[in-house]
Every structure is written in structure tokens, then in C-alpha cells.
């Protein structure tokens, strides 16, 4: 049936008779190619097409929209037929590997989508992310970026701005030679951002057949690609917090960054020490070791422990040997006290085989002395230290050695632990077998002090213009003469040629005032703490308290440490007043 055309009048005008307009009305239940009701429900959730109509039936009286609406109705009800049968083939007919954001799989899939895929083909969506070399971007972010750029016949520049484009959330089709994959990104989509969304982030890819083999030769590809486009940095990977983990379950779990490798030149230490330290670990890996371990049965593991005051570049070391054997970083901070045997257990499950994790400061957690008796404190000081001390790690030494070399433990890895105190470790942390080599980071000898003032100093002078090498070489003897042998630390050497701005004869002229003056604030740094540690904690009391009202205190401290459950005492310490810091 036709659609009618009814007359009204609208309004009248003064003058000018009535304005007669004509209003367009579509009979609903019209019999046509589309149901009455399927038309109203169109009408109603496409409201565009209300006014489509009209402007059609304006242009050209007695049009009417049925056969759109047909199509656009059949569009509707085959939806959900297509998606089912889509569904099904992807189930009954393709293999399919699931990656979670945490994993480092899921970085190097991204960087190969974003580097072959989304720099080759035309995209209309892309993920802008900001990031850079050093910055807090994560490990895809340069390599993926250098990757385009080059591809573009671009310079590549490195900086912490440069924008790159990701893989949106989405799905993506793309071939690698002749077989086809469905690359498909979930998470919080963009008008999801701002909002607060728990969808699990994450990539799913698939592929037609039934064996996993070509989706495992693809996580091979993406991962040479990242092996490629490596140079120059490491990737450094922290646990993830607990507040964040909670959130996206990511409990036990590591996030990384990408860092300029730390070169080895750039440690001052004793030349044989490091050689020897090098060589070492370069035997380690090489295939005549992995040969050797699996022959005798031996677990192919190896473990340093570095000690040494704090800032002599045991850590430092660490990464810059990571990055000498092109390796991985796994950092772990026992003390930060947000690892608990359990997370510290999955941590280490979750280890690639070849990779450098550091276990930093483990003196500074307690776990060294968890197997004394724990003495009963003959004062509220001691009560306060240790219950402070306990509080700080929430790792067992069952639990770190069970992490470290239990039989679920991953093998190939080398593992560094750093201490200021080796003394307090437990014997069994570092026997044989568990700690391999125990190397001593010390003070700057005079050696060292040449190497700092020629690469802090030397070559920026040399840059400059100003000086030669045979003027740089006599300074930094002069200046290795005047520092005092063994008495500062690489950091603190390090903090001051820093001020000096490449400035050699300034650096001479104001070493000896530096070195007194440091010196002496070391040495009353250190009677402060002394004198800290001789004088009662504070309380968290109005009053000082007298020796009778401590005595509960004192009590309930003492009781509470013969538990083996975790302390919770009356006793408020001041932050700053921790066994660690001092
Ligand atoms: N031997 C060294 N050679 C070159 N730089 C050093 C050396 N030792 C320390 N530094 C510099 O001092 C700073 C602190 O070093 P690092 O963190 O490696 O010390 P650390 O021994 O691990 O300290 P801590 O025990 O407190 O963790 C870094 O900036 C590093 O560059």
C-alpha cells in the first residue's frame, strides 16, 4: 500500500492565509516486504531512518524505504546466525594460543604486529602510546619503534617523546607466507578508558589446523624479531606490586622496562675481578657448560653473591652484566616487603631459561638470621629492632631457598644476590651449589679513582676540545693521589665528579675540601647512629613513659616474639628508627 499524505494546517500567517503543510505518515501496519513489527522495532533503534524516509518521500512523493529496510532487517537476523557459525568454525577448525598482558610473549607479539603488520599494511586504528628509551615505556615501545622507522628509510631518534602506534584492541587479519592468523587484542576499549574497567588484558591468536606447531614457529619469529632489534638496551623486570596485582590479578607476576644497556667499561672495579667475573659467566652459557651440567647430573644453575658497603656497584655490576650476556634482568627487592613466599615461588616459576635475576640486599630482610633462636630482648630497643626487622620481609629462608632451588625451580638461570652484611646470612643461603663465587664491591682504591675521573671527567674535557689525552692522563693520576685510598664509595666519587661538569682542574682544585668534608660527615653520620642506637626508641605515647609503664609494653613485645605468627605489637616505631637504615 501506498503511504498516505495527510493535509493540516499549521499555522496561519497575518496576511497571507494559512500555511498548508504536508505531513508524511507511513501506515505501520502496511502489509510490504518487512513485518509491521520489525519495522517499528527498526524505526525505533535506527531513528536515523525515520528521517531518511521523510527526505525521500519528500524528494519523491510515493517512495517508500521497504526494500532498505528489508535488507537492513535481513542484516539483523543473520547477525547472530553469522556469528554463531563464525564461532564455530574458529572452534571446530583453528588452533589458538592465549597470551595475558604480564607475560613477555605479549610484548614481543605486539612489537612484531606493530613493526610487519601495521607499518606494511594501510590501518585506520592505531594505540598512540608515548615513550622512550630510558623512560618508564615498556620494552616493545624502541626496538618496535626503531623497526618502522628504519622501514620508512627514517632516521630512528630514541627520545623519552617519541609517539609510537600499537595494535588497538581489536581483531586484525594477517598472513605470514601463506598462512593466515587472527590476531585479536582484548582489554578496556577506548570508551572504556577513563572508566574503570576490570576486562582482562590480553592477546589471543589463531590460526587454521589443529596443531599448535605454526602458532609456536610465530612466538619464534616475533621473538628473533625482538632478539634483532635488541641492541644497545635490557629489559629490566620488577614484580608487580601488590596494590596493582590485586587489582588485575596479576599476583606474583613481573612488569618491565627497557633500559640502555649499562656497559661493563663504565664499572670501575678491579680489572682481574671483572675479567674474571666475565669470563665466568660467558662460561656459563656457552654450550660446552649446559654440556657439562646435563653430563654430571649437575642442576644448571649458578649463583654470586656480591657484597660490599652500599653504592660500590654491585647492582650496577649486575645489570651491566645482564646486558653483556644479552640477557634479561629479573630484579627482586626482598625488603620492599610486598613478597610473600608464595608470590616469590611464582616469580621464579615464572623465569625464562636464560636470564640474570638479582636478589638485592638480602641481609636487610632478616631471613639470614630466621634460623637463630631469636633472642628475647632485655629492653623495649631490642623488642622494637627486631619486631621491625621481622616486619620487613615476608619471606621465609624455607621459602627463598625453596624458590631458588626447589625442584620446580627453572634451570639456566644465573642468580646474584647483593648483601652490605654477608656476615648475617644464614649459612645455608650461601653454600655451595647455592652461592658459587662471593665477590667483594669496595671502596674507590686509587686504581678505580683514575678510571672515574678519566670516563666522568677525562672525556668530556677531551670532547670539548680542551684538553689532549696526554694532559687528562697525568690529572687523573694527580687526582687519584689526592683522594684518599678506600675511604669513599664509588657513588659518592661518582656524585662529585658529576658536579664538576667536565671540568678536570676543578675537580683537582676542590678534591681534598670535598674529601674533608665528606669525611667528616660520614664520620658524624655515623656517631648519630651510633648514638641513635644507644638511646631508646621513640614511643608513640604523649608522655615519655616511665619504667613501669613500659614494662607491659616491654611483656607483650617479649611474648610476641617467641610466636612464630606474624608480630603485631603495642609499640609504635618511628619510621625513620628501622635496623635497615641505620
Ligand atoms: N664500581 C663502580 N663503578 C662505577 N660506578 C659505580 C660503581 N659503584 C657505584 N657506582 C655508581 O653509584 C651508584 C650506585 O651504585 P649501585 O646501586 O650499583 O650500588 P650498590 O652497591 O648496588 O648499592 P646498594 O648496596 O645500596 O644497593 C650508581 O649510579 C653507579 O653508577
Redesign the pocket.
Known amino acids: 500500500m501506498a503511504s498516505s499524505k495527510e493535509t493540516s494546517v499549521a499555522q496561519t500567517q497575518e496576511g497571507k492565509g494559512p500555511i498548508i503543510v504536508s505531513v508524511y505518515k507511513e501506515p505501520l501496519d502496511s502489509p510490504g516486504l518487512v513485518p509491521a513489527h520489525f519495522k517499528r522495532t527498526l524505526l525505533s533503534s535506527l531513528p536515523f531512518l525515520e528521517i531518511l524516509q521523510r527526505l525521500a518521500y519528500r524528494l519523491q512523493p510515493g517512495y517508500n524505504l521497504d526494500k532498505v529496510l528489508a535488507l537492513i532487517a535481513l542484516y539483523k537476523a543473520g547477525t547472530p546466525v553469522y556469528e554463531y557459525l563464525r564461532d564455530a568454525f574458529l572452534d571446530f577448525c583453528t588452533s589458538c594460543i592465549t597470551i595475558p598482558e604480564h607475560d613477555p610473549v605479549f610484548k614481543e607479539i605486539l612489537a612484531w604486529m606493530s613493526s610487519e603488520v601495521m607499518s606494511k599494511t594501510s590501518t585506520t586504528k592505531a594505540l598512540i602510546m608515548t615513550g622512550g628509551i630510558s623512560g618508564n615505556a615498556s620494552d616493545h615501545d624502541n626496538y618496535y619503534l626503531g623497526k618502522m622507522a628504519q622501514q620508512r628509510g627514517q632516521v630512528v631518534h630514541t627520545t623519552s617523546d617519541e609517539v609510537q602506534c600499537m595494535p588497538p584492541i581489536g581483531r586484525r587479519i594477517f598472513w605470514v607466507g601463506f598462512r593466515p592468523f587472527l590476531f585479536r587484542r582484548s582489554g578496556p576499549s577506548i570508551d572504556q578508558t577513563h572508566k574503570s574497567s576490570h576486562q582482562p588484558t590480553g592477546i589471543v591468536i589463531l590460526t587454521l589446523g589443529w596443531s599448535l606447531q605454526p602458532l609456536q614457529d610465530f612466538m619464534k619469529i616475533c621473538h628473533d624479531l625482538k632478539l634483532a632489534n635488541k641492541n644497545g638496551t635490557t629489559t629490566i623486570f620488577f614484580p608487580i606490586s601488590s596494590k596493582v596485582a590485586g587489582t588485575y590479578g596479576t599476583h606474583g607476576r613481573w612488569q618491565s622496562v627497557t633500559k640502555a644497556v649499562r656497559r661493563l667499561d ?4 678491579d680489572d682481574i675481578v671483572k675479567a674474571d667475573l666475565v669470563k665466568d659467566a660467558e662460561y656459563f652459557y656457552s654450550q660446552e657448560a649446559q654440556n657439562f651440567y646435563a653430563d654430571c647430573g649437575i642442576p644448571y644453575r649458578y649463583g654470586y653473591l656480591f657484597h ?1 658497603p ?7 655490576f649486575s645489570a651491566a652484566l645482564a646486558g653483556h650476556l644479552n640477557c634479561d634482568l629479573y630484579m627482586i627487592n626482598l625488603a620492599a616487603g610486598d613478597v610473600s613466599d608464595g608470590k616469590l615461588l611464582r616469580l621464579f616459576l615464572s623465569l625464562p631459561r636464560k636470564c640474570v635475576v638479582v636478589i ?2 638480602i641481609d636487610s630482610t632478616g631471613i639470614g638470621r630466621e634460623q637463630d633462636a631469636v633472642p628475647v630482648p632485655t629492653s623495649l630497643e631490642g623488642a622494637a629492632a627486631t619486631t621491625t626487622e621481622r616486619r620487613r620481609s615476608n619471606v621465609t629462608l624455607s621459602g627463598l631457598l625453596n624458590a631458588i632451588d626447589g625442584n620446580a625451580s627453572q634451570e639456566g638461570r644465573l642468580l646474584i644476590m ?1 648483601s ?1 652484611n654477608p656476615e648475617a646470612l644464614d649459612e645455608a643461603l650461601i653454600r655451595p651449589g647455592r652461592v658459587d663465587k662471593e665477590v667483594y ?1 669496595g671502596n674507590v682504591s686509587p686504581s ?1 679513582a683514575i678510571g ?1 675521573f678519566l670516563r666522568l671527567v677525562g672525556r668530556a674535557a677531551i670532547a670539548k676540545g680542551n684538553f689532549t689525552t696526554d694532559q687528562i692522563t697525568p690529572m687523573a693520576m694527580e687526582f687519584s693521589a689526592k683522594l684518599p685510598a678506600d675511604t669513599f ?3 659518592q666519587v ?1 656524585n662529585f665528579l658529576q658536579m664538576c661538569r667536565g671540568d678536570p682542574n676543578k675537580a683537582i682544585a676542590e678534591v681534598d675540601d670535598w674529601a674533608a668534608k665528606t669525611a667528616a660527615k660520614s664520620t658524624s653520620a655515623f656517631s648519630s647512629r651510633v648514638n641513635d642506637k644507644k638511646s631508646p626508641r621513640k614511643i608513640s605515647t604523649k608522655k615519655e613513659p616511665t619504667a613501669v609503664e613500659l614494662a607491659p609494653h616491654t611483656e607483650l613485645v617479649s611474648k610476641s616474639l617467641t610466636d612464630e605468627a606474624e608480630l603485631s605489637v603495642d609499640v609504635d616505631v618511628e619510621p625513620e628508627a628501622t635496623v635497615g637504615d641505620m
Open positions: 663504565t664499572i670501575e672495579i660490599g652500599p653504592g660500590t656497584g654491585k647492582t650496577s638485592e640486599d647483593t652490605n664491591f678505580v672515574m664509595t664509588p657513588a661518582q
